[in-house]
Every structure is written in C-alpha cells, then in structure tokens.
C-alpha cells in the first residue's frame, strides 16, 4: 500500500478554499417547489432543461461504481477528460513553480494545458520504439514535477505501457501519476484501474469519447482516492456537465453490450487495415496498435497527407512530432472507409 501525503502535494491555498456552493445543496429531503435557483419556472423555450443538472452527477456515478467496481466518492466526473487534465493541473501545479512530466510523443492536451496554466513541462521522450525507459527517468531531476503523465495505450503511437512499469514509477517517485486510459477499451489487456486502492497517487482517466462513441457529449472520467476526487470536486465549474448529457449516458451505460460490438468490428477493421497498409509499397512501418488507429510510417507523409485531402480522406498528420518522422496517424474507420482509404493509397504514385 503506496501512501503519500496528498495535502501536502495540492497548492496550499486550495485548503482553505471554500467552494461555490449551489443552491440545492442548502437543504436535505424531498420538496415540491423550488424557488431556490431562479431558474424559469415556467419551463424552456425549448425542450425540458429549465433546472439545473445535478452538480456531483449522482445517478451516473452509482452506476459506474458498480460497473468499474469502485466507490462513487472514488470517481471525479468532467466535461471531458480534458477537463479533468486541467483541473488536476490547477490542483497540484503552482503557476511559474511546478512542473508537469511528459513521455512525448503523447497526447497533447497534457502540455497546452500547462502552458494555459503556465506550468512548466519537463519531457523524457520515448524510445524509438515508443518505450518509457526507466533507467533514463533515474537521473532527471525531478524535484519541481508534481504530475506524472502516462498514456496507455499512448496517442499517437498506439502501444500499451507495461504494467511493470507504470508500477514502478508509482512505487518510486511520491508524485502524482495520472494514468490516461483513454483507449484502454481496444486494449486485450485490462484496465488498471483496480490499483487506485494500491496506490493513492494513482489517477486513472477514462473518457466516453472513443470506445462509447460518444465524443460529442463531454464526459470523462478520472478514478482515484476520495482524498483527490474531492480536491477535484472543490474547484471544479459547479455544473459542469449538462442535463441532456447526463440523461444520455445513463442510457448508454444500460448498453455495454453495443459498446462491446462495436470494439469487436472495429478490432477486426484494424487487423485488415494493418495488413492492407503493411502490403503498400509506400509503406515503411504499421506500429502494433492497442487503440482505434494506426500510426503508419510513409515514404513521404507529406505528399501522402496532401493527396489524401484532395480525396476528400483526411488523416492525421504526426510527421512534425518528435520520433514519428513521416508518420500519419490513421483512425480506423467503417469497412466503407477503410476500403475508400486503402483504393485511394493503391492509386498513389
Ligand atoms: C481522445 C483522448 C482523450 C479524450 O478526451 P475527452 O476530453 O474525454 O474527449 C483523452 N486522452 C487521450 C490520450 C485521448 O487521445
């Protein structure tokens, strides 16, 4: 059991913060009228949304818990995981002081959130192979760094990090690490969210945004102690998420089974895209991916990238990031456009 003093972590002015405290939660039990909020009585102009959503997403949470098997006061709902990046930044980074450590090439939303912040960046980049090689972080200075960013199965190179290693950074360094779980749903390998009672500077996050295709609603979560959520809860926008929101993935999490289908076509479109892409002759290499896309390198990415926009196909191009030299970073998509894709790269020349 792995347990660092998280007080003394967070920004000190944090602890005597109260925070915003909305209007229904000044009272306890059930009540007919509320004259509380000055909402519109009335109704909407459109719809029903003329009172505000719950601020601590309650029926969501329930659900989850029983789902990832962890307690609700263990989940931190926000608009987004990008939203729980930010916060988790703002709690335990002072401006102009504490860093953050990044394994670039990763996400990129962990840097611009700390630039936001103006929160220092400290980088060790992955190896050529897109390994987090520990012996390298033993002789970094960390002192200032208060968040630990791993992603796995890392963006854009879609390789999982091992769970030895995530373990021994956790084990090694009191810091806060902040494992993004994004794509773990097209990983065959599980989630580690279970080590949150193992550890209390874990932070797990997960998002609905890619497996559940629902990247249109705003939700992702982070899993950790209570000792965190709470911190998150704190400075977090009171309703930062909205009603029609909450009302939506309540019932998409009655629908687990379609999530899964989806995982298990689009495993399938992967395995046929990655062979199809490995047979081009422009090909150079198809990283082994755990998520929904495939980092692909060309001959001339650039070139590729161009031509694939005037085919009206548009991909990501990663060539100007560190270690992904002519790299494109490919989603897979329906068998349609994996097969409008694969024509159009047939017919490069
Ligand atoms: C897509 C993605 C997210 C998701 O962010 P949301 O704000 O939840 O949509 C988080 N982390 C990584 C690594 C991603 O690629």
């Known amino acids: ?8 972590l967070a920004r000190p002015h944090l602890r005597s913060l109260i925070p915003y405290s909305s209007a229904r939660s000044e009272y306890e039990g059930p009540a007919e009228i509320f004259l509380d909020a000055n909402e519109n009585a009335l109704g909407s102009v459109v719809g029903t949304y003329n009172r505000y959503p719950d601020p601590y997403q309650k029926k969501i949470k329930k659900k989850l818990s029983d789902i990832k098997s962890v307690l609700p ?3 931190f709902i926000g608009n987004g995981s990008d939203e729980a990046i930010d916060l988790l930044i703002r709690t335990f980074c002072e401006p102009k002081k504490d860093n953050i450590l990044i394994f670039p090439p990763t996400y990129g939303m962990y840097k611009v959130s700390a630039m936001i912040n103006e929160v220092g960046v400290t980088s060790q980049p992955l ?17 200032d760094v208060k968040l630990i960013f791993i992603c796995s199965p890392n963006n854009p190179s879609g390789n999982r990090i091992p769970t030895e290693t995530i373990k021994s950074i956790l084990d090694n360094y009191n810091k806060i690490v902040v494992l993004d779980e994004a794509y773990i749903d097209f990983s065959n ?13 874990l932070v797990i996050l997960q998002t609905f945004s890619k497996a559940w295709g629902l990247a249109g609603l705003r939700m992702g979560m982070a899993y ?11 400075i977090k926008p009171p309703y930062n998420l909205n009603e029609p929101a909450q009302k939506i993935i309540l019932e998409a999490l009655n629908q687990k089974d379609r999530k899964e289908d989806m995982v298990k076509e689009i495993h399938q479109e992967r395995t046929r895209l990655l062979q199809a892409l490995q047979a081009l ?5 198809v990283y082994p991916s755990d998520a929904n896309f495939l980092l692909v390198k060309f001959n001339n990415a650039k070139k590729i990238f161009n031509y694939l926009i005037n085919q009206s196909i548009i991909v990501r191009d990663r060539s100007n990031v560190i ?12 068998n349609y456009e994996n097969n409008k894709l694969i024509k159009a790269l047939k017919r490069f020349h």
């Open 281 to 285: 002759n422009i090909t150079q290499k």
């Open 224 to 234: 950790s102690n209570s000792e965190i959520i709470n911190l998150l809860n704190k």
């Open 1 to 8: 059991m792995k347990q660092i003093n998280i007080d003394e």
């Open 73 to 75: 006061n263990q989940i």
């Open 127 to 143: 190896t050529p192979e897109f390994e987090l090689n520990t012996n390298e972080l033993r002789n970094k200075s960390l002192n």
């Open 323 to 334: 270690l992904c030299e002519n790299c494109l970073r490919i989603t897979v998509g329906t």
């Open 189 to 201: 390998d599980e989630s580690l969210i279970a080590l949150i009672r193992g550890y209390n500077n």
